[in-house]
C-alpha cells in the first residue's frame, strides 16, 4: 500500500480508508461480521487475491478483526477502530445521493450487486412467521440470467439461482436498471407502479407488504442536489 510519507493523523488515516475499496468493505462490515464469500458479494469486480491481502492489512492495522461464524468457515467483524470509520462511509453515501445521481453508464449496471443488495437489506420479517417466496424476473436479461428467487422464512432471506420449489407468493417484473433505480431511490416503487415499470403480482397478502420487504436504505430517501436531476 502507497503512504503519503508524513506522520500527520490525517494522511494516516487517508491511507487506511482512501485506498481502494477500504471504504466497500468497511461498508458491508457495518451491518455485522461476514464470510469471506460474503464479502466477495460486495465487491464483485475485487479479485479474491486482492480482498484476502486486503483484510489481512485491515487486521492488521487493527480496523477489522476475524470472527468466528462456525462452519469451519470463518468471518470478520469491525473492531471500535473501524466502527468509528462507519460515519465517515455513511457521510459518503448521502454526498453520494445528493450530488453523484445521473443516468447509469452500462459498467455501473451490475446484475450481481443488484441481487446481493436485495438479499442483504430485505425484511424477512415484514411477513411475520409466513413462508413468501419472491420470484424476480428481469424483463432484460438473457434467460441465464432473468429469473431469480428470494426465499423468506425463519427470519432470514435467502437469494436462489434455482426455483426452490413451492408457491411463489410475489411475482416482480422490470428491467435491470429499474430494479437498480428503485433500490437507489431514484424511482420510487409507486411511480414505477403507476408507469408500468414495475409489476406486482401475487398473494394479497404478501403483496401488500412488499415495499416493508424491500426495506430501502435511509439513503433511498435522499434528494438529489445535482441540477437537471
Not at 13 to 34: H, K, M, T, V, Y
Not at 61 to 67: A, I, K
Not at 69 to 88: H, W
Not at 207 to 224: D, H, Q, Y
Request: glycine share 8%; hydrophobic share 40%.
Amino acid at each position: 500500500m502507497k503512504s503519503y510519507g508524513q506522520f500527520c493523523p490525517v494522511a494516516k488515516a487517508a491511507e487506511i480508508f482512501c485506498e481502494r475499496w477500504n471504504a466497500l468493505i468497511i461498508r458491508d462490515l457495518a451491518s455485522g461480521p461476514r464470510r469471506f464469500s460474503e464479502l466477495r458479494r460486495g465487491v464483485p469486480l475485487m479479485s479474491p487475491s486482492l480482498l484476502s491481502a486486503r483484510l489481512k492489512w485491515l487486521v492488521a492495522e487493527g480496523v477489522v478483526s476475524r470472527h468466528d461464524k462456525g462452519r469451519k468457515r470463518p468471518g470478520y467483524i469491525l473492531t471500535a477502530a473501524g466502527y468509528e470509520l462507519v460515519p465517515l462511509v455513511e457521510a459518503l453515501g448521502f454526498w453520494g445521493q445528493r450530488w453523484t445521481r445521473r443516468e447509469l453508464m452500462d459498467h455501473e449496471i451490475d446484475l450481481g450487486l443488484l441481487v446481493w443488495s436485495l438479499e442483504s437489506s430485505a425484511n424477512p420479517n415484514a411477513f411475520g412467521n409466513k413462508r413468501c417466496l419472491i420470484r424476480l424476473e428481469l424483463t432484460d436479461q438473457t434467460e441465464m440470467k432473468r429469473l431469480w428467487w428470494f426465499l423468506n422464512q425463519k427470519g432470514r432471506c435467502e437469494l436462489c439461482l434455482n426455483d426452490p420449489g413451492g408457491d411463489v407468493n410475489i411475482y416482480l417484473a422490470c428491467t435491470l436498471p429499474d430494479a437498480i433505480y428503485i433500490i437507489r431511490g431514484d424511482l420510487s416503487s409507486t411511480t414505477a407502479l403507476d408507469t408500468g415499470r414495475l409489476e406486482v403480482l401475487g398473494d394479497a397478502w404478501a403483496t401488500r407488504r412488499f415495499v416493508e420487504w424491500l426495506n430501502l436504505s435511509p439513503l433511498a430517501r435522499v434528494p438529489s442536489e445535482r441540477a437537471g436531476i
